[in-house]
């Protein structure tokens, strides 16, 4: 890779809180296991230089909060390489501001290097719930031949330039099958939907098709 994974490249104003409960992460929890197993999440010595990689989100109400303060929660920063998360491996996005590169999080964790990538997607879709970000080689180097809406590989992961690029695929309903691949940010690729089963399922599908004998 040209940059080092897991580098936040915002601006952050973080304060330290304590762990919220939420009913939501169940859920979410048990879909990042299974992504974990399937190494879609992780750390390892032998990829992107033995930093975690990988994080998952999911919004919080008040769900008719305008666009910027729509508040989520996110795993927090290299909690890849654990198999299973608590309730105080999240933090808390209050504001999320793409366009200023900014954010504020609070909880007893830091918020993901990719937490501005998942607040954008939540600003542009109010009906989105959960975002997932994970790694696969298999999808990423299929995306052209799958058909999936890619992002521009000058674009580097954390950046507004990566929101912008997030943007224009979103408005464009380009994003078809609740995934897009991120061209500048090696296997980066990002599932969503308004439940962490429908986001889950994305990846998996996509996943099995990338597998398919057409796509070597």
């Not at 990846?203 to 004998?213: E, H, I, S, T």
Request: hydrophobic residues 40%; contains cysteine; charged residues 20%.
């Amino acid at each position: 890779m040209n940059e080092k994974e897991g580098v936040t490249k915002y601006t952050l104003q973080y304060s330290v809180a304590p762990a919220i409960e939420f009913a939501g992460l169940a859920d979410l929890n048990a879909w990042r296991k299974l992504l974990y197993k399937l190494g879609l999440i992780g750390e390892d010595p032998n990829r992107y230089g033995g930093v975690g990689f990988g994080n998952l989100s999911v919004r919080v109400p008040p769900f008719d909060a305008p666009p910027r303060a729509r508040r989520f929660l996110i795993t927090g920063t290299q909690t890849g390489g654990k198999p299973e998360l608590s309730a105080s491996d999240y933090s808390l996005v209050t504001h999320s501001d793409p366009e200023a590169n900014h954010l504020i999080a609070e909880g007893p964790v830091a918020p993901s290097s990719e937490a501005l990538t998942h607040g954008m997607v939540y600003q542009l879709d109010q009906h989105v719930r959960v975002v997932m970000h994970v790694h696969s080689p298999d999808i990423w180097r299929h995306a052209d031949a799958l058909g999936i809406a890619v992002t521009s590989r000058h674009a580097a992961y954390g950046t507004p330039e990566m929101a912008a690029e997030i943007r224009q695929i979103l408005q464009t309903g380009a994003a078809r099958g609740n995934i897009l691949v991120m061209g500048g940010h090696e296997d980066g690729v990002i599932s969503f939907g308004e439940t962490a089963a429908q986001a889950g399922r994305a990846l998996c599908d996509w996943l099995l098709r990338a597998f398919k004998p057409a796509h070597e």
